[in-house]
């Protein structure tokens, strides 16, 4: 179907289906196997100006937006999620820089990022904080021209290869979510360390680490925005990146539609091909139907966010809840379609079904969205009375 | 010559736009027209079903000089080491068929080397040797081959010059051909006389073998033509024979470029496929790089070498080394037994002269079968661990 | 250091096929590509800029859709691209291919020019040191890696049949380079916007001061007679029978071979 691109989107989707065909495909299941970070496809993207897609082009980016960071995921997407997790990652810890930084902080961090010089990770998860972040109990104490960090984010992709990390931590936790602050913290910071790698069951060409703070201190001037403004800080950059997950989801569905299809043309089984089948017919046409449907949705959010709207948490929710959820149904049908080969380590699906559950889970799990959306649906009705 | 389109006949059906390679057929006013990227290949002449498609005689380039003056066919004899390189074995039996053709003599040049491989040519069928021994020649260089190739051709006027499509072949044998500002033909794989014209028909692959095409260079000589090695067979070795060397002495030969080195490697670039006389070679058909390690078994039993389609060797299942077809190696073993191998042409062409071919593949449509004496449409997956088997039995191993 | 990468932009030709019946060629949508081994050209070329400064110009021969071809160089860092394009130049054959390129890289002027060892559509891999001959300088033909650079000397390993060897040259040289050379980037965003924009000098046949007799057909030795379908082989067997039957009818075809 034609979403009516603009030169540069259809530049995009190009080059980053180069990369994903050229550069991932051929290296992805040795990446989930070895639980590898993907060290020479970051190289590529980064020459590619993949990460400067959505940074202003006064800092050297692209200045483009939701829509074309989208693109450029769901193609990932569709080769490795592992891969484009590594990568969405990334823009997810720059956006706290982008929304909240000063023009100080903007011109020393975003220049590096664009580039692909210096990659980023968000940490706001912890062991008592994951749907619940007023539970976090990382702390950093102000302290002359400094604030001392203390405490352990936990699940943190892109923890250990990051060089730059945007942190959420208390500096009154007496205010419960009222009190967290948002900091810039760059590696090699004195008092900064790294916990275990995590073995994840997908996405496991991305790397997920302990980040631990033991008295770091952080110069005062890397605060983002206001002491106090940790929380607003963390929402207001999920809502923006959230329907990158969706467009994730979009990408994985319509990588094991597309080798379910294959599969289905040449596997012969009863000496036809099973794609002769109506039963594997009209399991691939609701699979196809479900991405096409969530593609839509997510496109349409993205360009809704791109628009500059204020009321996009909800739009936002509703395309990761629906994208991601459609990405476990179809992975696990095309795992289904293909039989015991899908099962197989030898064909990807498999992979693109232990991968997909992840999008069900991180930046928000699909019943928080849910919450989410049915918030707002009530704040909405009570506005109409 | 030039391509007309007899605008009477055209009746206006586009058939033609899509039997052209280049290009070069666009309409115009609703009949066909040929523009300027037309590169006489005369693909469009059959296709016109009205005909109307026509060659037109004229601006045929003056010829310049009497090709009559030309005589004899020259085969470049490559020598590496001091010892000459079976292509150029392989040369004289063709030159010998070209040159009986022709009424004429077969000469090899022969740089570097010592007299007893001057004598060798003779052996296996040169009348003549022109020998340099200079011992610039020890290590390649285009420069001197160049120059003494050119200076030995335009003292001695040979009709016909075949060389070997070799690394040292393909790098100076053009600059000669340039030089001489004549025609020069890569990667020949059948070359004939046109009984009529006497001129030399030269066939060879091109678009990756998936077309054959004879070319002509009628308006100047030499004709220079390169044959990959392996392509031809090697003429009849005779003790016997005599044959007269022209010693020739190497004067104002430059040579801009040092050879500072020459490393030898194993493996990699060097799997010892073109002179296996068993190849077992694997397609996509085998599935990955334990598929290859199936056929390495087979091939140990066989003393025989692992050779690869293209599509495999693009999997990453093994390396390049061992890639057979245009753009890999051409090898013509006793026997090639091709393993899930569709069989693309590009393949073919590389093992298609192999003197017995086993072809196994599930889909009993694969083109390979289209080459292949000995047909098995199954799962190599359960053939071949059956005859691994099976041999091991016969061995007693 | 002024470098001058040569391309082509070749149809993917493993997607050509011949109609055996017609004998005429079947490229339905065949797409065009630049030819492989001079994405590795542009690559080394590329290189070589970023170590030694100056330009990279990519240069190629034919019709005006080549400019695609052109803009894909673009995309991929090179600073300006020009196109020699002509209907005097139709009918070319690698010496008149070579001869024409000669007279444009004179013009655009060069220390280095790169070539891929060969185009996949003709597979000749004439054209380099053809253009080196007409240029008169030296060349170094199926280049692996360039090992030392300055801006009089280059040293290079070159692929032999049973090896390499290190070949030093005096610059201005050619060198046409094979696929191990390097692994070639892919284009950026900002390459693509740029190449999109970007002007490309076109140069015909006027602007090269030469004789009409040695570009085109005119200046081309050889003529195509003809193309055909490959041939193929008929006498074959088919082996049937149970895999064990038939493993049993392989190895007497081996005994037969005196293979075992």
């Not at chain 1, 995590?198 to 110069?219: H, Q, W, Y």
């Not at chain 2, 068929?97 to 040049?109: I, N």
Request: hydrophobic share 40%; net charge negative.
């Amino acid at each position: 179907m034609d979403y009516f691109f603009t030169e540069e989107q259809k530049m995009i989707q190009e080059l980053a289906r180069q990369i994903a065909e050229e550069k991932v495909v051929p290296v992805r299941a040795e990446l989930d196997e070895k639980e590898e970070f993907p060290h020479e496809i970051m190289k590529v993207l980064a020459q590619s100006d993949m990460f400067g897609i959505f940074i202003p082009e006064e800092y050297g980016g692209l200045g483009m937006g939701a829509l074309e960071l989208c693109i450029a995921v769901e193609e990932l997407s569709r080769a490795c999620l592992g891969v484009s997790t590594s990568y969405a990652a990334n823009a997810l810890g720059t956006y706290p820089i982008l929304l909240f930084g000063t023009e100080e902080q903007k011109k020393k961090y975003l220049p590096d990022i664009a580039s692909g010089k210096r990659l980023v990770a968000f940490a706001l998860t912890e062991a008592n904080a994951g749907s619940d972040a007023a539970g976090i109990q990382t702390t950093a104490k102000k302290d002359g021209d400094y604030y001392i960090l203390n405490g352990t984010k936990q699940w943190i992709t892109n923890g250990g290869e990051a060089e730059i990390y945007t942190v959420i931590a208390m500096t009154d936790p007496s205010r419960g979510a009222r009190g967290a602050s948002a900091f810039i913290v760059e590696k090699g910071t004195p008092g900064f360390s790294f916990g275990k790698k995590e073995k994840k069951m997908g996405i496991r060409a991305s790397v997920t680490r302990e980040l631990i703070f033991d008295n770091c201190k952080v110069p005062k001037e890397n605060i983002l925005g206001r002491e106090g403004m940790g929380f607003i800080v963390a929402m207001k950059t999920l809502d923006q990146s959230r329907v990158g997950v969706g467009a994730q989801g979009v990408g994985v569905a319509q990588g094991a539609l597309d080798e379910a299809i294959r599969f289905a043309r040449q596997r012969v089984q009863f000496g036809k091909p099973v794609i002769s089948f109506q039963a594997v017919q009209h399991m691939l046409a609701d699979m196809a139907t479900l991405t096409e449907a969530a593609r839509s949705l997510v496109y349409s959010v993205a360009r809704y966010v791109d628009s500059g709207a204020k009321d996009i948490s909800k739009p936002s929710a509703m395309a990761k809840v629906f994208a991601t959820d459609v990405a476990m149904k179809v992975t696990t049908d095309a795992v289904q379609v293909m039989g015991g080969s899908g099962y197989m380590r030898e064909y990807p699906v498999e992979k693109m079904m232990r991968d997909a559950k992840i999008l069900q889970i991180y930046e928000g799990t699909n019943q928080i969205q849910r919450n989410v959306i049915g918030q707002e649906l009530i704040k909405e009705a009570a506005r109409k009375g | 010559m030039r391509i007309k389109v007899d605008i009477e006949l055209c009746t206006g059906c586009e058939t033609c736009i899509d039997s052209c390679p280049y290009d070069a057929i666009e309409m115009k006013d609703d009949k066909a027209f040929i523009n300027e990227y037309c590169q006489l290949c005369r693909n469009c002449l059959n296709a016109c079903p009205e005909g109307a498609i026509k060659e037109v005689e004229g601006e045929e380039p003056v010829v310049a000089e009497d090709l009559s003056i030309y005589k004899g066919v020259w085969v470049f004899a490559e020598q590496r080491e001091g010892r000459v390189s079976d292509v150029a074995l392989e040369l004289l039996g063709v030159g010998k068929q070209l040159s009986e053709q022709r009424g004429t003599e077969l000469s090899a040049v022969l740089f570097g080397a010592d007299s007893s491989e001057a004598e060798r040519l003779i052996h296996w069928g040169a009348d003549r040797v022109y020998h340099c021994e200079d011992r610039i020649f020890d290590r390649f260089n285009d420069d001197p081959y160049v120059d003494l190739l050119t200076v030995l051709i335009k003292r001695y006027k040979p009709e016909i010059v075949l060389a070997g499509a070799t690394p040292i072949g393909r790098s100076f044998i053009p600059r000669v051909a340039a030089r001489l500002k004549t025609g020069l033909t890569a990667d020949c794989t059948s070359l004939k006389i046109d009984p009529e014209t006497g001129n030399l028909l030269q066939i060879r692959p091109a678009f990756g073998g998936n077309i054959m095409a004879t070319i002509l260079c009628p308006n100047t000589r030499p004709q220079m033509a390169t044959v990959r090695p392996r392509v031809m067979k090697k003429g009849v070795f005779d003790e016997s024979r005599t044959g007269e060397i022209i010693k020739i002495d190497a004067e104002n030969l430059r040579c801009r470029t040092t050879v500072i080195d020459t490393v030898k490697e194993e493996s990699e670039t060097t799997c010892n496929l073109q002179e296996a006389d068993i190849i077992v070679s694997g397609g996509r058909g085998i599935g990955g790089p334990d598929g290859f390690k199936m056929l390495e078994e087979l091939a140990k039993l066989l003393d025989g070498a692992v050779g690869a389609s293209r599509a495999a060797v693009d999997e990453g299942w093994i390396s390049y080394a061992h890639q057979v077809g245009q753009t890999g190696k051409t090898v013509c073993p006793k026997i090639y037994i091709a393993c899930g191998i569709s069989g693309a042409v590009q393949h073919l062409v590389g093992m298609q002269s192999s003197d017995v071919i086993i072809a196994i593949n599930k889909n009993e449509d694969a083109p390979i079968f289209s080459v292949a004496n000995y047909a098995v449409v199954g799962d190599v997956k359960e053939i071949v661990p059956m005859l691994i088997k099976k041999l091991k039995e016969v061995k007693g191993l | 250091m002024k470098i001058v990468v040569c391309i082509k932009q070749v149809p993917d030709t493993a997607e050509v096929r011949i109609n055996p019946e017609t004998n005429t060629l079947v490229r339905d949508g065949v797409p065009s590509i630049i030819n492989p081994y001079d994405l590795h050209a542009l690559e080394a070329g590329l290189q070589i800029k970023e170590l030694t400064g100056g330009t990279v110009t990519a240069l190629t021969m034919g019709p005006p859709q080549a400019e695609d071809a052109l803009r894909e160089a673009i995309a991929m860092g090179v600073d300006d691209a020009v196109l020699l394009t002509d209907r005097a130049f139709a009918g070319s054959d690698t010496w008149a291919t070579a001869y024409t390129l000669s007279r444009a890289v004179k013009k655009i002027g060069f220390d280095i020019i790169l070539c891929g060892k060969q185009a996949i559509d003709g597979d000749t891999a004439q054209v380099g040191p053809e253009m080196a001959e007409f240029l008169d300088i030296p060349h170094i033909a199926y280049v692996k890696a360039i090992d030392e650079i300055s801006t009089e000397r280059i040293r290079v390993k070159r692929m032999m049949e049973e090896g390499y060897d290190i070949v030093e040259s005096p610059i201005p040289v050619l060198l046409t380079v094979v696929k191990e050379i390097n692994e070639p980037r892919l284009p950026s965003l900002k390459g693509k916007m740029r190449a999109k924009k970007a002007e490309i000098k076109k140069l015909g046949f006027d602007a090269l001061e030469t004789d009409e007799h040695l570009v085109g057909l005119k200046g081309s030795p050889t003529q195509v007679k003809d193309i055909f379908a490959p041939e193929m082989k008929k006498d074959r067997k088919v082996l049937k029978g149970s895999p064990e039957e038939i493993v049993e009818q392989l190895i007497g075809v081996l005994k037969e071979m005196k293979c075992l």
